[in-house]
């Protein structure tokens, strides 16, 4: 297994809150990806990073911003977390485009 | 967004019995992969295809890309009670972004 690290793996957090969610790959691939994981929608790309400082957004990007400072690290902020963030967030590595590595997952709740 | 139309969306299966499943578009794409995702884990690779009409198996898995370049199969062979869980599919073509599947959730009966 690729070697992805998520933390933390579960919040509980309040409407209006920041919150940051890191990704932490020991492959050094050059891609990284942020997608989160609801009922009836599958995976959605929120964000992606293809090198350090290089990032872009993915379809559901409104609400979040992310950054890669290290090869290494991907994080994802909540500025303001909203209830309808709650879901569970998936970090993902590429060294080529044609295959992804998941990691395990961050269950988040807003109350 | 795009998304790939995966079926059936769920399956309960005899242990021992076969299973398919299919995943399309109506886009061209480059790759197909296939995922199993256990409860509270990851989506885990299973198999990854790259050209036209490919069939590649992985012990009792086989994925083939369709010639069309718009699907995909699954096949899982006598399947075993841990073959429970969801397979995605997902779909690249081109830049940077994957497409992905609502998945099929799979129950084997012992």
């Known amino acids: 297994d690729a070697g992805i690290t998520q933390s933390p793996r579960h919040k509980v957090t309040e409407t209006g809150t920041p919150v940051t969610l890191r990704c932490h790959q020991t492959e050094n691939h050059r891609y990284m990806y942020w997608y989160r994981q609801d009922p009836g929608h599958g995976l959605r790309l929120i964000h992606y990073s293809y090198g350090v400082k290089d990032t872009d957004k993915g379809e559901v990007s409104d609400g979040y911003s992310v950054s890669r400072s290290k090869t290494e690290d991907f994080l994802l902020t909540l500025e303001s977390a909203t209830s309808s963030q709650t879901s569970v967030y998936f970090c993902a590595i590429s060294e080529s485009v044609e295959e992804q590595f998941f990691g395990p997952g961050t269950r988040l709740t807003v109350l | 967004g795009q998304q790939l139309n995966q079926s059936p969306q769920s399956m309960f299966i005899q242990e021992g019995e076969d299973v398919s499943m299919n995943c399309t578009s109506s886009s061209i794409f480059n790759t197909w992969l296939w995922y199993k995702q256990d409860p509270g884990e990851g989506p885990v690779l299973l198999i990854a295809?790259?050209?036209?009409?490919e069939l590649t198996s992985n012990g009792r898995l086989t994925a083939q890309f369709g010639i069309t370049r718009k699907d995909s199969f699954l096949n899982i062979s006598a399947s075993i009670p841990s073959d429970v869980g969801i397979y995605f599919c997902a779909g690249h073509k081109g830049g940077n972004q994957f497409y992905f599947g609502t998945g099929t959730s799979l129950t084997v009966i012992p």
């Open positions: 295809l790259y050209k036209a009409g």
